[in-house]
C-alpha cells in the first residue's frame, strides 16, 4: 500500500497537505512549517518513507514514519493546529481556525480515515512531495 502525502503550503502556521491514496484523497494534514529537519520543531524531507504500526503510550495505535534522517518517533496522531505536533504529522478533515490559529478540523474522524484505509496492513509506503 502507499500513500502520498501532497503538500499544499507552508508558512509560520504550519505546513497544510492532503494524503491520498491511489490518487484520491481522504483527509487533510498538518505538520510543523520546514526548519531545515531540526527534531521536534519542523517538518521531515520530502521523500519516500516506509510506515510501520505502532502501538504509541500517548496516542494509541498509530503509525511511525520511519528511517527519517535524525529523526525518530515521528507519529500520524490526532490534532489541530501545528503546535500539537512536535514534528509529527496530524490529520483532519477540514482547513479552518482553531482556537484563532489555522489549523485542521474533524481530526479525530480524519484520524480514523486514516486507520479504516490501512486496517489491513501493519507497514506502508509514505511519499511526501510538494505541489
Known sequence: MKLILKRLCTGN???FGVLLINNIPFALTLEREWL???CGL???PAG???CSRVNSPRFGNTFEVCRV???TAILFHKGNIDNDSHGCI???EQFDLFD???GVLASA???NELLVKTATVNQFTLEIIWS
Do not use: E
Open 13 to 15: 502556521n504550519g505546513t
Open 36 to 38: 531545515n529537519n531540526q
Open 42 to 44: 519542523s517538518c521531515i
Open 48 to 50: 519516500i518513507y516506509t
Open 69 to 71: 534522517p535524525g529523526r
Open 90 to 92: 496530524l490529520v483532519g
Open 100 to 102: 484563532n490559529q489555522p
Open 109 to 111: 474522524h480524519g484520524f
